[in-house]
């Protein structure tokens, strides 16, 4: 199993800037993948971004495009998202997700216990 662990979630003012690390421990020989969805009061969690462990190939989705950047330690384990330009509209819980190749070739996920983003004046 992989755990993992979020820090650098706050109160922040519009047009500010906030970075969220995210820590995977335990069984990490199929870490595929590790990146960060967000929740806002609402049934779905969107993806903000993802980055390959291997590669480090990034992908965003549309709220982090241009604003955002996402980085990784793979030796650490670690993943980075550095959030500039803060809006309103940012406001979620975000939590840090993991996609892991199991030894049978199944794919398993494990989520972060989330982190408080409150962008506001």
């Known amino acids: 199993q992989v755990q993992l662990v979020e820090s650098g979630g706050g109160l922040v003012q519009p047009g500010g800037s906030l970075r969220l690390s995210c820590a995977a421990s335990?069984?990490?020989?199929?870490?595929?993948?590790m990146g960060w969805y967000r929740q806002a009061p609402g049934p779905e969690r969107e993806l903000v971004a993802q980055?390959?462990?291997?590669?480090?190939?990034?992908m965003f989705g549309d709220p982090a495009k241009g604003r955002f950047t996402i980085s990784r330690d793979d030796a650490k384990k670690t993943a980075y998202l550095q959030m500039d330009n803060l809006r309103p509209g940012d406001t979620a819980v975000y939590y840090c997700?993991?996609?892991?190749?199991?030894?049978?070739?199944?794919?398993?996920?494990?989520w972060g216990q989330g982190t408080q983003v409150t962008v506001s004046s």
């Open positions: 997700n993991a996609k892991v190749l199991g030894p049978d070739t199944t794919w398993n996920e494990a």
């Open positions: 335990g069984t990490l020989d199929g870490l595929v993948a």
């Open positions: 980055i390959t462990m291997d590669g480090g190939t990034p």
